[in-house]
């Protein structure tokens, strides 16, 4: 089942803070399975966004980005 991406983003004079919540099941590379083998690192590492065919967002992430949790105020 596919979920919505929910992306806010408020702009205060030349800085503009962006809030994204994707679904995706995260795995950091560092968490063993119950046999004891590392689990496979598996994340988001870039998002773009583009508004009306034109870039205004790049981001790199890393494995430390939060899994999918609950988010009552989203």
Same mark, same amino acid.
């Given at each position: 089942?596919?979920?919505?991406?929910?992306?806010?983003?408020? +702009?205060?004079?030349? #800085?503009?803070?962006?809030?994204? !919540?994707?679904?995706?099941?995260?795995? @950091?590379? /560092?968490?063993?399975?119950?046999?004891?083998?590392?689990?496979? +690192?598996?994340?988001? #590492?870039?998002?773009?966004?583009? !508004?009306?065919?034109?870039?205004?967002? @790049?981001? /790199?992430?890393?494995?430390?980005?939060?899994?999918?949790?609950?988010?009552?105020?989203?």
């Amino acid at each position: 089942m596919t979920q919505a991406t929910i992306i806010r983003a408020k +702009a205060q004079g030349e #800085r503009t803070t962006v809030r994204v !919540l994707m679904a995706h099941e995260m795995e @950091s590379g /560092q968490r063993k399975d119950t046999a004891g083998r590392t689990v496979p +690192a598996w994340f988001i #590492r870039e998002v773009s966004v583009a !508004l009306n065919g034109r870039p205004v967002l @790049s981001a /790199q992430w890393g494995p430390s980005v939060a899994k999918n949790r609950s988010c009552s105020s989203c």
